[in-house]
T-cell receptor, first 114, second 113 residues
Framework: GDSVTQMEGPVTLSEEAFLTINCTYT??????LFWYVQYPGEGLQLLLKATKADDKGSNKGFEATYRKETTSFHLEKGSVQVSDSAVYFC?????????????FGRGTSLIVHP | DARVTQTPRDKVTEMGQEVTMRCQPI?????VFWYRQTMMQGLELLAY????????DSGMPKDRFSAEMPDATLATLKIQPSEPRDSAVYFC???????????FGSGTRLTVV
């Protein structure tokens, strides 16, 4: 069935380091892809999205490119801050002809040290 | 910014008691989800509504859980009777269409003792 696979965490980095969190998906069709962020004690917040192949979503210095050929949507940031410490979820939207339910990965915890 | 409002924020209850969680989706959103989050299982989809009609509740234990949308401004998740294994954070999320993502509430942290 349709699924989303994220790299396991925690990912531990020093401030100003480069971040990559890998995400791959399986789906029937071409779903929209999303990254959400969850800070402690809060709900998930939409961070960025891409709705078609080769689209690049970006927000707050984070970027992810919809790669149809590798079915991937890796999250990147050039220089992380302590305030970026959170759990990041990759998600796949519903697809016509496939599952109408969005699918979330298990989340990747990011810890950024000063 | 528009918000999804969930109440209560925290709930501690004794095993066997009824628990009702409420969610006010964003006005104009036509899809509403209930998720449960635990360390062991991650995010689990419990129920999914579109235009107030339940489309999927296969992830919900039917014998004790029920989800309803009595009107467009209110979604409820009820557990009766509650059990310690129901302890988790329950999130409501709402959205519109398939390309815009979803807005999550801050969650209800349920502890059943």
């Amino acid at each position: 069935g349709d699924s989303v696979t994220q790299m396991e965490g925690p990912v531990t980095l020093s401030e100003e380091a480069f971040l990559t969190i890998n995400c791959t998906y399986t789906a029937t069709g071409y779903p929209s892809l999303f990254w959400y962020v969850q800070y402690p004690g809060e709900g998930l917040q939409l961070l960025l999205k891409a709705t078609k192949a080769d689209d690049k979503g970006s927000n707050k210095g984070f970027e992810a490119t919809y790669r149809k050929e590798t079915t991937s949507f890796h999250l990147e940031k050039g220089s992380v801050q302590v305030s970026d410490s959170a759990v990041y979820f990759c998600a796949r939207g519903p697809t016509s002809g496939g599952s109408y339910i969005p699918t979330f990965g298990r989340g990747t915890s990011l810890i950024v040290h000063p | 910014d528009a918000r999804v409002t969930q109440t209560p924020r925290d709930k501690v209850t004794e095993m066997g008691q009824e628990v009702t969680m409420r969610c006010q989706p964003i006005l104009g959103h036509n899809t509403v989800f209930w998720y449960r989050q635990t360390m062991m299982q991650g995010l689990e989809l419990l129920a999914y509504f579109r235009n107030r009609a339940p489309l999927d509740d296969s992830g919900m234990p039917k014998d004790r859980f029920s989800a309803e949308m009595p009107d467009a401004t209110l979604a409820t998740l009820k557990i009766q009777p509650s059990e310690p294994r129901d302890s988790a954070v329950y999130f409501c999320a709402s959205g519109f269409g398939t390309n815009y993502g979803y807005t999550f509430g801050s969650g209800t942290r349920l502890t059943v003792v």
